[in-house]
């Protein structure tokens, strides 16, 4: 299974991805989470990130290419993989065509996230998240079971940097600017599956896992 996740910010991509590696066993690779821990580990690439990140603006196209190439690279050995939050500009997009086509492989199918903009503001403004082990939470959709304390290793919960009111604007605008061609991008090249992402969690999953099975082998 070799599959992209692509969708505004806030949509469940990231959940869905977590859900989906571990239903088939194959690697998860979230952009966000590799340029965090990069910020965590104060690299000199973490701190040019770093800026961009906060104020809700993409990290330059070259400073992403360099992080994920290495990963991209051994894409081929592994038994599939799920994008999340890469490629999100036309440019990192042919990046990835090349690194594929170069390997012999393509990509099974696009996944385009569908949510109001309603509810990506209500998902993004309570999403809380785990510094230590990177656990997500809701406060209202995800809540954990003691309020502000991470389930899985007991470390009080924080809110992302980028989870507030002027990032997520700031996000939102990138999206549609500067990621929202993908979708013709990858309607053209006829990968493009658009998921209703509106409903809870677990329906989500069901749908995703459906349209997914089909490539489970590849
Ligand atoms: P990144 O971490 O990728 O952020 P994002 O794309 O903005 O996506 P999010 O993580 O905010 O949302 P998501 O869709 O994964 O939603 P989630 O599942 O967490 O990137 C952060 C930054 O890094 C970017 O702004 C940019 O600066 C930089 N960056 C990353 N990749 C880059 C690239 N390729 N190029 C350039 N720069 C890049 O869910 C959100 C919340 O909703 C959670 O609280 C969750 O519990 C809840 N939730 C999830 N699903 C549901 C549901 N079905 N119902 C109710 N609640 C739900």
Not at 65 to 81: H, M, N, P, T
Not at 130 to 159: M, N, Y
Not at 165 to 185: F, N
């Amino acid at each position: 299974m070799r599959v992209v996740f692509l969708g505004a910010p806030g949509v469940g991509k990231g959940t869905q991805a977590i859900r989906i590696a571990a239903q088939y066993q194959v690697a998860k690779i979230s952009t966000g989470d590799l340029l965090r821990e990069a910020v965590r580990n104060l690299t000199t690439l973490g701190l040019k990130a770093k800026s961009s990140m906060d104020q809700g603006n993409l990290v330059p196209d070259d400073v992403v290419i360099g992080l994920v190439r290495e990963k991209l690279d051994d894409l081929s050995c592994a038994s599939g993989f799920v994008l999340d939050g890469f490629p999100r500009t036309v440019p990192q997009a042919e990046t990835l065509g090349k690194v594929l086509a170069s390997k012999g492989i393509t990509l099974d199918r696009v996944v385009n996230f569908q949510v109001s903009r309603e509810d990506i503001v209500r998902r993004l403004s309570g999403r809380r998240s785990c510094p230590k082990c990177q656990a997500t939470f809701h406060v209202d959709f995800a809540p954990p079971q003691v309020g502000g304390i991470c389930d899985r290793c007991g470390e009080p919960l924080v809110q992302r940097s980028d989870d507030c009111r002027d990032a997520i604007e700031m996000r939102l605008k990138v999206y549609d600017e500067q990621t929202s061609p993908l979708v013709r991008y990858y309607d053209e090249r006829r990968l493009l599956f658009s998921l209703d992402a509106s409903g809870a969690v677990d329906v989500v999953f069901q749908h995703l896992s459906q349209e997914l099975a089909p490539y489970r082998a590849t």
